[in-house]
């Protein structure tokens, strides 16, 4: 059971946010049912991605660039956005379904000052010669993907996964395999997938005008299944690995009681889980390099933080756990005091639930907020804006109403 005050509320909010979304694109070479996006612009060009970058550093203060799409690898500047954001002294890392990925553009990627990458894979993507395949089949993608970054070096990497209704059980597949590639994934996430209905919803725009919310890729005819919850994700979760724990959370925009980010980090080994970070651990890092940067933290340079990682013990219940288990692994395993200890992040992001007045739950200090005509706006309701000029407020359908 998840309890806020046994958690860090991450002090993220709009102008201080280690995140800073960017699309290039909104073209893509896959489609994903979970996805937000349709294409309407196609590619942004290098002088307006340039404004943005500048414009983010001025009003966001990021630690990373996340270098979101449509598919940003097939934008034909890519490797020079990189660069640039490089130059302007932020991480830039790639939210890719690593569809076109190359050892050959990895490499050109990395030379251009890449931090990472943030690789979405799950089963419901409709990839060329992966359909109907399980989350546990489609670990031998991610395998190949962290075999390749991992050969290259030196970068960064986490697996996405939209969790479905129908998906759920398949949880811990993903969570075993990640726990045998301490070395090689520094993080795994789990997104609740949500959707909108016409059979059951009408939508009104910012002037109360009903809209046609079938021109929103995120909506669909009809969906009877339940939805899953982060609290929900966090629970199979820990009943696949008990060593894992929660340690920072963002609640919602609207309830009190929603989890919208929830976030933890193990503590492991190779092929070995030790425990996690706590509460306490997670203030430090957040406090400690903000006072160092000026930024709060998002994405770790390295997941191979060492047995100093142990030195918060005193103040931190969970590290002192995690030490006590490494040190009777010690004890049954001498030579496993030679091999280095990682961190690998377990993030779960619960979409944006639909309230009965219309309105939206959103994450509060929402860390994916891209731009759209000179203003800030959430990325997963972006399309909003480009179809009906803001957000939309969704009502449950009458009998009584009569479309328009």
Same mark, same amino acid.
């Given at each position: 059971?998840?309890?806020k005050?046994?958690?860090? #509320?991450?002090p993220?909010s709009?102008?201080?946010?280690?995140?800073?979304?960017?699309?290039?694109?909104?073209?893509?070479?896959?489609?994903c049912d979970?996805? @937000? #996006?349709?294409?309407?612009?196609?590619?942004?060009?290098?002088?307006?991605l340039?404004?943005e970058?500048?414009?983010f550093?001025?009003w966001?203060?990021?630690?990373?660039?996340s270098?979101?799409g449509?598919?940003?690898?097939? %934008?034909p500047d890519?490797?020079?956005?990189v660069?640039f954001?490089?130059?302007?002294?932020v991480?830039?890392?790639?939210? !890719?379904?690593?569809?076109?990925? !190359?050892?050959?553009?990895?490499h050109?990627?990395?030379?251009?000052?890449?931090?990472?990458?943030? +690789?979405h894979?799950?089963s %419901?993507?409709?990839?060329?010669?992966?359909l109907?395949k399980?989350?546990?089949?489609?670990?031998?993608? $991610?395998?190949?993907y962290a075999d390749?970054v @991992?050969a290259?070096?030196g970068?960064?990497?986490v697996?996405n996964?939209?969790?479905?209704?129908?998906?759920?059980?398949?949880i811990?597949d993903?969570? #075993?395999?990640?726990?045998e590639?301490?070395?090689?994934?520094q993080?795994?996430?789990?997104? !609740?997938?949500?959707? +909108? !209905?016409?059979?059951?919803?009408?939508?009104t725009?910012?002037?109360d005008?009903?809209?046609?919310?079938?021109?929103l890729?995120?909506v669909?005819?009809?969906?009877d299944e339940?939805?899953?919850?982060?609290?929900?994700? @966090?629970?199979?979760?820990?009943?696949?690995?008990?060593?894992?724990?929660?340690?920072?959370?963002?609640?919602?925009?609207? $309830?009190h009681?929603?989890?919208?980010?929830?976030?933890?980090?193990?503590?492991g080994?190779?092929?070995?889980? @030790?425990?996690?970070?706590?509460?306490?651990?997670?203030?430090?890092a957040q406090?400690? %390099?903000?006072?160092?940067?000026g $930024?709060?933290?998002a994405?770790?340079?390295?997941?191979?933080?060492?047995?100093?990682?142990?030195?918060?013990?005193?103040?931190?219940?969970e590290?002192?756990?995690?030490w006590?288990?490494r040190?009777?692994?010690?004890?049954? %395993?001498?030579?496993?005091?030679?091999?280095?200890?990682?961190?690998?992040s377990?993030?779960?992001i619960?979409?944006?639930?639909l309230?009965?007045?219309?309105?939206?739950? +959103?994450c509060?200090?929402?860390p994916?907020?891209t731009?759209?005509?000179g203003k800030?706006?959430?990325?997963? #309701?972006?399309?909003?804006?480009?179809?009906?000029g803001g957000?939309?407020s969704?009502?449950?359908?009458k009998?009584?109403?009569?479309s328009?």
């Amino acid at each position: 059971m998840l309890e806020k005050k046994d958690y860090y #509320r991450l002090p993220w909010s709009m102008n201080d946010n280690p995140i800073a979304w960017i699309e290039v694109t909104d073209i893509c070479n896959i489609h994903c049912d979970g996805c @937000y #996006r349709q294409h309407m612009t196609g590619h942004k060009s290098l002088e307006q991605l340039k404004e943005e970058v500048l414009f983010f550093k001025k009003w966001r203060n990021p630690d990373n660039f996340s270098i979101a799409g449509g598919e940003p690898l097939i %934008h034909p500047d890519i490797i020079e956005l990189v660069a640039f954001m490089k130059e302007q002294g932020v991480k830039p890392v790639i939210l !890719t379904n690593a569809q076109a990925l !190359t050892p050959e553009l990895l490499h050109e990627l990395k030379k251009a000052g890449l931090a990472g990458f943030t +690789m979405h894979i799950d089963s %419901h993507q409709n990839r060329p010669n992966w359909l109907n395949k399980t989350e546990k089949d489609l670990n031998e993608l $991610r395998q190949k993907y962290a075999d390749m970054v @991992y050969a290259e070096g030196g970068l960064y990497l986490v697996f996405n996964s939209t969790v479905y209704p129908s998906t759920y059980h398949e949880i811990p597949d993903i969570v #075993r395999w990640g726990q045998e590639q301490f070395e090689k994934v520094q993080g795994l996430v789990f997104i !609740t997938y949500r959707t +909108m !209905t016409l059979d059951d919803s009408i939508g009104t725009d910012k002037e109360d005008h009903q809209v046609d919310l079938s021109k929103l890729s995120y909506v669909r005819d009809s969906f009877d299944e339940k939805f899953v919850t982060g609290p929900e994700v @966090y629970q199979i979760i820990k009943e696949t690995c008990p060593e894992y724990e929660a340690s920072g959370y963002l609640g919602g925009s609207i $309830r009190h009681d929603s989890y919208k980010w929830t976030i933890g980090a193990l503590i492991g080994g190779k092929n070995r889980v @030790y425990g996690s970070v706590g509460k306490k651990t997670m203030e430090l890092a957040q406090a400690g %390099h903000h006072w160092f940067t000026g $930024r709060y933290l998002a994405y770790l340079s390295t997941a191979k933080i060492g047995p100093k990682i142990f030195l918060v013990g005193p103040w931190d219940e969970e590290v002192r756990k995690a030490w006590k288990n490494r040190a009777k692994d010690i004890l049954r %395993h001498p030579s496993h005091l030679f091999e280095s200890v990682n961190m690998q992040s377990i993030g779960i992001i619960q979409a944006p639930d639909l309230l009965p007045d219309g309105r939206a739950d +959103m994450c509060d200090s929402c860390p994916d907020i891209t731009i759209y005509e000179g203003k800030f706006v959430n990325s997963c #309701r972006m399309d909003e804006y480009r179809q009906f000029g803001g957000f939309v407020s969704v009502l449950e359908k009458k009998e009584d109403v009569i479309s328009s």
